[in-house]
């Protein structure tokens, strides 16, 4: 069972070239989401979906944009990459965030250098 | 908005010493709280939450909806401890919130 997984792991960009992270859980979870870790930041929400066709902006969604055309994966596009978005960045999911009892789980982890 | 705050960004403690990682919540429900730990280099786990009130690698957190605080606490700290640590709430809205996590480093 491997849960979430994200790639690449690893990626330097320039600035102003897009790339795309993908993940992918096969926990056939409903919700699956996009943070963002930086020091002294912890986690930041990105972008979520709640539904296979559904996105929504978290809480730093400038910069980035998100697609879910397929329940088992969420992808994670930046359009113009700049140096700020140099970070961590961390798929997750859970089954729902709506009903007592859901857990949350993350993927290992992307990170991003912007030049 | 509900909020998480976890007002320590590192703490440090010797290896047997008590520790206890501190976690205020905002939020005028009954949210459901869970700790998550980042060991160096890995994703983030759960290690426990408080509808479980279970005691995880000795591990154990009270929530106190008066105070509305979470803490995390631990009578003897290992140095395996050392890690990032998150608390996290649920209000069953659409997602999870997170603090902004604290660092624990047990010396030895």
């Known amino acids: 069972n491997a849960g979430v997984t994200q790639t690449p792991k690893f990626r330097v960009l320039k600035t102003g070239q897009s790339m795309t992270l993908l993940c992918a859980q096969d926990m056939n979870h409903e919700y699956m989401y996009w943070y963002r870790q930086d020091p002294g930041m912890g986690l930041r929400l990105i972008h979520y979906?709640?539904?296979?066709?559904?996105?929504a902006k978290g809480e730093v969604p400038d910069g980035y944009n998100v697609s879910r055309l397929k329940k088992q994966n969420f992808l994670l596009g930046l359009e113009s990459a700049a140096p700020s978005q140099t970070s961590v960045y961390f798929c997750a999911s859970s089954f729902n965030a709506v009903t007592s009892g859901n857990t949350i789980y993350f993927g290992e982890g992307s990170w991003l250098t912007v030049v | 908005a509900q909020r998480v705050t976890q007002p320590e960004k590192l703490l440090s403690v010797f290896k047997g010493a008590p520790v206890e990682l501190k976690c205020n919540y905002s939020?005028?429900?009954?949210?459901?709280l869970f700790w998550y730990v980042q060991y160096s280099r890995q994703r983030l786990q759960l290690l426990l939450r408080?509808?479980s009130r279970e005691s995880i690698k000795g591990f154990t957190a009270d929530l106190n909806k008066g105070e509305t605080s979470f803490h995390l606490k631990k009578p003897f700290a290992q140095e395996e401890d050392s890690a990032m640590y998150y608390c996290?709430?649920?209000?069953?809205?659409?997602?999870?919130?997170f603090g902004p996590g604290t660092r624990l480093s047990v010396l030895p």
């Open positions: 979906s709640v539904g296979e066709g559904t996105t």
């Open positions: 996290a709430l649920n209000d069953y809205g659409q997602n999870f919130v």
């Open positions: 939020y005028s429900g009954s949210p459901e």
């Open positions: 408080h509808i």
